[in-house]
T-cell receptor, first 110, second 115 residues
Framework: DADVTQTPRNRITKTGKRIMLECSQT?????MYWYRQDPGLGLRLIYYSFDVKDINKGEISDGYSVSRQAQAKFSLSLESAIPNQTALYFC?????????FGPGTRLTVL | SQKIEQNSEALNIQEGKTATLTCNYTNYSPAYLQWYRQDPGRGPVFLLLIRENEKEKRKERLKVTFDTTLKQSLFHITASQPADSATYLCALDRVGTGTASKLTFGTGTRLQVTL
């Protein structure tokens, strides 16, 4: 089984809908991250968490919120989705330096 | 503002040759620099990490250099193979974090190795 899993893998939704993307990990890492990837812009950090009680905004947190339900689970929510949130979303974990990425969620907002 | 530049144009190279990818950065004093490989539709995979006090790091056919004066890292794949075809991302940490806890990624360079 994969160490970092994301659900759903693909999602199409409409403007204004609330969406939750989920991330689970079996690596036992305290640090978890949410990124979005857009063509030509690379990976950009949305939120990160260094442990269950620690949540921090990244460079592009507007329009997003997160929840760290347990060490192994870190969810990303779009309260009211808009078309420019169409992107590939990645969850990642780390213990020290290298980051381990999930397979990604492709989100399309119509 | 901090900026990381990777060649956005694809690098096409013949099998067996050495591929060299470049990562330049400005307004940065990173303690670590990392390289990741990303295949289409998949998450990045960590390859190598080099520290600011290291000039060079090797792993099998991979070699990374880190020149903090030029603010540049070079990533080499020797004896390249078609299976090396992918997008390669460089990432830098932020000084003061102690570890590479927060990374800023470049946009990546796509490598295509042909027979």
């Amino acid at each position: 089984d994969a160490d970092v899993t994301q659900t759903p893998r693909n999602r199409i939704t409409k403007t204004g809908k609330r969406i939750m993307l989920e991330c689970s990990q079996t690596k036992g890492h305290d640090r978890m991250y949410w990124y979005r990837q857009d063509p030509g812009l690379g990976l950009r950090l949305i939120y990160y968490s260094f442990d269950v009680k620690d949540i921090n905004k990244g460079e592009i947190s507007d329009g997003y919120s997160v929840s760290r339900q347990a060490q192994a689970k870190f969810s990303l929510s779009l309260e009211s989705a808009i078309p420019n949130q169409t992107a590939l979303y990645f969850c990642a974990t780390s213990e020290r330096n290298e980051q381990f990425f999930g397979p990604g969620t492709r989100l399309t907002v119509l | 503002s901090q900026k990381i530049e990777q060649n956005s144009e694809a690098l096409n190279i013949q099998e067996g040759k050495t591929a060299t990818l470049t990562c330049n950065y400005t307004n940065y004093s990173p303690a670590y620099l990392q390289w990741y490989r990303q295949d289409p539709g998949r998450g990045p995979v960590f390859l190598l990490l080099i520290r600011e006090n290291e000039k060079e790091k090797r792993k099998e056919r991979l070699k990374v250099t880190f020149d903090t004066t030029l603010k540049q890292s070079l990533f080499h794949i020797t004896a390249s193979q078609p299976a090396d075809s992918a997008t390669y991302l460089c990432a830098l940490d932020r000084v003061g974090t102690g570890t590479a806890s927060k990374l800023t990624f470049g946009t990546g360079t796509r490598l295509q190795v042909t027979l």
